[in-house]
Structure formats: C-alpha cells, structure tokens
C-alpha cells in the first residue's frame, strides 16, 4: 500500500505563544493529572452541551494536552530563570551580585503587575474526536474539533477539523479502525502484526497530515478496511477501479455504451529536475468516440478527488 506518510502534527499558533505538552504519565504529579482530567470533563461537557439536540454524545479519543503561554508570561519564566542562576555567579558579580538579584526582583515583580493588570493567563490546547449519535437515523457524524480552554476548565475557542458523515456500517468499520483491530491475517504472526502496525500508522499520519479532504480520506481508509478483510491485501489497481465503477454506478444515470478502464497511472511533475509522483488517474474511454471519456483523479492516498469528462 502506498499511502503517503507526510507527517507533521504541528498545532499553528501566533508567535507570541508558548506551546508546551503538560505531562500526563511516568513522573507527573497528581495536580497535572488532575488538570488533564478537568480539561477533558470540561471539553466533554461543553460537547454535549453544544450538540444536545442532535444526538447522543460519544467520546472517542483525546490528544495530547498543550499549555499555551503568551508571550508575557514566557518573558516572565525568563526573568525568573535568570534570578535563579544569579547565585551561581558570584565570580562574575563579586560584591555587586546583591544588588543585581533585587534588580533583577524589581524587573519581575514589574512583569507579575504588567501580567495581573492586562489579565494575562496561560490556557490549555486539546484535541478531541466524538461522535454525534442521533437516535433515530441511520448515519452518524464524526468531528474533530482542537479545543482552547481558559485555567478555570470552561471553552475559549474551538475550531473544527472534520465533520463527517457515516452510515452505521461504516461507524462499526470505523470502531476497528480506531481500536486498530488486526485486519491482515495469517498464521505468520510476525507478517500479520507488521502488516496490520504499517497499515494503521501509514492511515493515523495521512490523517494528521490531511486538511483538505480528511473527511474523504477517513472514508476512503475505512474502504480499504473493508477490503482487506476480505482480500487479505491491498491492491491499489483493483481498489481504485471498484471506485470508480461504484461512483458511475452512483452518478451516471444514462448507459454510455460498452468501453474499457485503462490501467491506474502515476501522475507525474518534474520538481528541481526529478520527478514527484503527485496522484493518480484512471480514464475510461468508450467505444463511441462521440463520447469524451471520464477522467478519474486520485490522490496519493487513493482518495477520489476528481472527476472530469
């Protein structure tokens, strides 16, 4: 399978920000625990809160927990910092080091008043993925939101990453995709585990790398689920032309005659002299030349982005 492992989770953010990961296992304390437990309580609350008249909420994952710091209260640990170093210089300073310590006081004590008087606090980042269950529908919707959330637990901002609708077969797909589930199988346990580990983590970081189409690489990932529990393997040549025949199934209404499917083709640009695989394409011409042939564009994760006659 040749899904792209373009992967960089970077959460973008002013340049005035600090952007930490508060640790939340090996030797974190109880208090850190605890605020990564109010964060998600006070996520989860305002997600069902938001969504409660359009179905039941489910929590499916959190992502790491990020402590944004302005850039006051980074200036702030600086000073402090330094403080805390200035004992260690008293080669340097001499008899001076004194007064440079209740300078160096002075000069926090103005940024903790600078920092009070504008109402300057660091906040959370997290990133959470749940599902809006309706009671009594056949679909359910998938979101992602990046949550920004105030020191006392409540929402600041949230931004939306995906929104996607699935039919209830396809959530049940996506429940073996999110526990990872073994879908290669064979008595060869090391070729099943290695086969099945590179499967998931080739889908998590096209995920994390998509913005454009996510919510149709979700679905497209969950077809190649589907299909590898039936065939045991991905053929990229056979999974693209079964969507393709499903998507004229779908939206050609009128027969076009008889015709023939040419084979799946890299698509090709030439950057600094060598050449980058971009996408791929399947065109389907028909015997009747009156009629111009599809042209079906992939991506390079196998996601039907295009399709032009």
């Not at 296992?25 to 809160?49: F, Q």
């Amino acid at each position: 399978m040749k899904i792209a492992i373009y992967f960089s989770f970077i959460i973008v953010l002013t340049g005035c920000l600090g952007n930490y990961p508060v640790a939340t296992s090996g030797n974190s304390s109880v208090s850190e625990k605890t605020k990564e437990e109010k964060v998600k309580e006070g996520v989860s609350n305002h997600v069902k809160s938001a969504f409660a008249d359009f179905g039941a909420y489910k929590n499916i994952e959190y992502g790491e927990l990020f402590l944004l710091k302005p850039k006051e209260v980074l200036e702030l640990d600086e000073m402090i910092e330094v403080k805390n170093q200035l004992p260690l210089q008293r080669e340097k300073y001499g008899e001076k080091l004194q007064s440079v310590i209740d300078s160096q006081d002075i000069k926090i004590a103005y940024k903790k008043q600078e920092i009070q008087d504008k109402h300057i606090y660091p906040w959370y980042e997290i990133d959470h993925l749940f599902a809006i269950m309706p009671p009594e529908m056949d679909t359910v919707t998938v979101y992602e939101y990046d949550f920004e959330v105030y020191p006392n637990y409540t929402i600041k901002e949230a931004h939306q990453k995906l929104a996607v609708k699935l039919s209830k077969e396809e959530f049940k797909t996506f429940e073996t995709f999110i526990n990872k589930e073994p879908i290669y199988e064979s008595q060869d346990y090391n070729w099943a585990y290695e086969m099945n580990t590179k499967f998931y983590n080739q889908c998590i970081a096209a995920l994390e790398e998509e913005e454009e189409y996510k919510g149709e690489l979700l679905k497209t990932i969950l077809k190649m689920i589907d299909y590898i529990s039936i065939h045991n393997e991905f053929d990229e040549k056979d999974f693209t032309l079964k969507t393709v025949k499903k998507w004229e199934e779908k939206n050609v209404e009128n027969p076009m005659g008889e015709g023939k499917y040419e084979e799946l083709k890299p698509l090709i640009s030439n950057i600094d002299g060598s050449e980058v695989i971009f996408g791929y394409q399947i065109i389907h011409q028909f015997n009747d030349t009156s009629i111009a042939p599809f042209i079906f564009v992939f991506d390079l994760n196998f996601v039907l982005i295009s399709v032009k006659q």
